[in-house]
């Protein structure tokens, strides 16, 4: 994907994107950071085309985004989105099910091609034995869990997710990137993703992209983009960076 010169205006009065150039790696985990307020879940909904900019475009496969179709797009990339709300009355399967929507029409479903697709997200995200169970009934990182296996039944080239890990616990946080390392690394998922905790992006990104102000400010390699001058210039941070044999490079914050 290559986005070119985007702008994104915010209020009239500013702009929110300002001219912002960059492409996201086939294959990679690119993961968006930057402070509250800089433009990355902005820069996300350009990407999916849930926002359309002022000016500048964004390509897929050398194809302007505003040329696909919606299902010809959704079949591409897919989002999930930081918080979304729960239907009631609704099992994780039938919801799973609606990311099959773009792979049928009035005239064409391939059942047995569902049923494979939604076997395949709910194995992918651990949910086969709660398949029938109610979405109100689950835990915050299960849910988050079956809007990704939604996500997955589109079989789109592209996984996005907007700040995925707000509002759930530690535990759940690393279970969820763990399962975005997973989609990556062994069904070769393109994931795009928008973070808070600098560790883990460090840990769990090929490619980061930091962002201030509505500019990208560095991006590359973790260890090359997130040094203790640009979390200084960027965040107002002192911070410290050490090295463990387990978790690879990390950060500690020491104070402003």
Known sequence: MEIQDIIV?????RNHLDGVTTAIQKGKVTTIIGPNGCGKSTLLSVMSRNNMPKSGHVSLENKDLVHYKSKEFAKKL????QQNDVPKDLTIEKLVSFGRLPHNTMLKRNQEEDAKAIDWALACTNLLEKRNNDLEALSGGERQRVWIAMALAQQSEI????EPTTYLDIYYQLELLELVKTLNEEHDLTIIMVLH????AIRYSDHIILMNAGHIVAEGVP???ITKEVIKEVYGVEAIFNEDEQLGLYMVPLGI
Do not use: E, P
């Open 9 to 13: 205006s915010h209020d009239n009065t």
């Open 78 to 81: 897919a989002i999930v989105y």
């Open 159 to 162: 996984l996005c997710l907007d």
């Open 197 to 200: 905790d600098i560790n883990q």
């Open 223 to 225: 260890r090359h983009v």
